[in-house]
């Protein structure tokens, strides 16, 4: 009798966290969400206030743009609210934060990306990763700055189909934003310029320099395995030149390039922007900081795990005219493509290497969390 008590108990209970979790954000047309508020600190967190070490940057940080809107606590607290706000989008069913999981280093989990309607995106999701010390955004690079970044998934057809002119006074009608404009632009008028430079100030305090390999930085690598630090080696060799295109600490490039994923390609990339035969199939480097956990990987999401991006570079890379002369056996743009002939043992230690990049603190950083919850 009593233990059919507890059974009923825990199957009401089960169903009403059932009915709770139905306002789980994959789910499209949720009208549930406009009652949803945000919940902020007292005490507002600071952000803007972790610098990383200069070696993180090329070009030199004076060439980029968000040296022009420095970051605030103010406009990064109204930016994080404004990133998980599913108002954004025409029926409230998605925000930034549907398509960028913190715990997924700001990437999405998915191959494709569900848009307000239900249709997927025709990328994979990019990581949100120290945008700070970089400019040309997206995998063609068509953003050059990330304030005219960060409206364009607003209005995007796929992603959240809002009439951005339509904006400022959606968000009028909710009653917490005129403080948090009030807060960080000392008036509670509302524009689409503020809400691009908050949203971009948040954006880019998403910082990550607190990894494994930044503590190996400071303390000569005395915390790494044979394998991971034979994996460091391999990937600053001459031979195997990951490093020769993930430049800097930040294991990224400013420059898109043609890494020779196939001969023919469905998507022509940066190409398909400047109309440059040269820059066909060239796609943005990404960073490689939480690379682990960004999964899939490359432009079309490819790629499930890190073996598999190892075993493209080790044997797959494929002929292309525009194949980057640093993957050709002749140094030559277009030339034929390098193998690099690895041993298991080494492959192992280049995926290791690679997972030492993973910086827990800031993919748990409760500055950077959902606030509507
Ligand atoms: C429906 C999913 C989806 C939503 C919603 C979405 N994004 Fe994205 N985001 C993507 C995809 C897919 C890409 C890559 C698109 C491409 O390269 O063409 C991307 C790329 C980016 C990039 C480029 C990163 C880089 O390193 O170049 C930034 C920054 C970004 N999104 C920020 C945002 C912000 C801010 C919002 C909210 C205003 C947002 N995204 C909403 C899916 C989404
Ligand atoms: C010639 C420049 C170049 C070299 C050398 C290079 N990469 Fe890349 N890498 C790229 C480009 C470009 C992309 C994105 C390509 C795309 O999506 O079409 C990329 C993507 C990746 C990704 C997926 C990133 C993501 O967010 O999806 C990983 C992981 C990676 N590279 C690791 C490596 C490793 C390990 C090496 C050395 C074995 C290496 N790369 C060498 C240019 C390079």
Redesign the pocket.
Known sequence: MCSKRIILFSLSAGLCFFIACSKDPLIPFDLGEKELKPVLPETPYSYGTDTLPSNFSSPPLSFINSIQNPITSAGATLGRV??YDKK??VNNT???????VQSKG?S?PNQ?????EGAI?????????N?RY?F????????TY?EE??????E?H???GMNLADLPSKLQLADYYPTLFENAFGSTEITIEKISIA??Q??HSLTSYRSKYDIGLQNGFVDYSSLESDGKTLFFSGTVNCNHCHTTENFYDTQAVNNGLDSIYADNGRGIITGDSADIAQF?V??LRNIEMTAPYM?DGRFSTLDQVVEHYNSGIQQHPNLDDRLTTNGMTGGPPKQYFLTTYEKASLVAFLKTLTDQTFLTDVRFSDPFR
């Open positions: 404004l990133f954004l989008s998605i925000s930034c934060g549907s398509c960028h700001f999405d494709f990306s569900v848009g307000f995106t025709n990328r994979n999701s990019m990581a949100i990763i945008t970089s040309r955004y997206f995998w063609d690079q068509r953003a990330l970044q960060v409206l364009m998934p607003i995007n796929i992603e959240m949203l971009s948040f954006a943005k990404p960073t432009h």
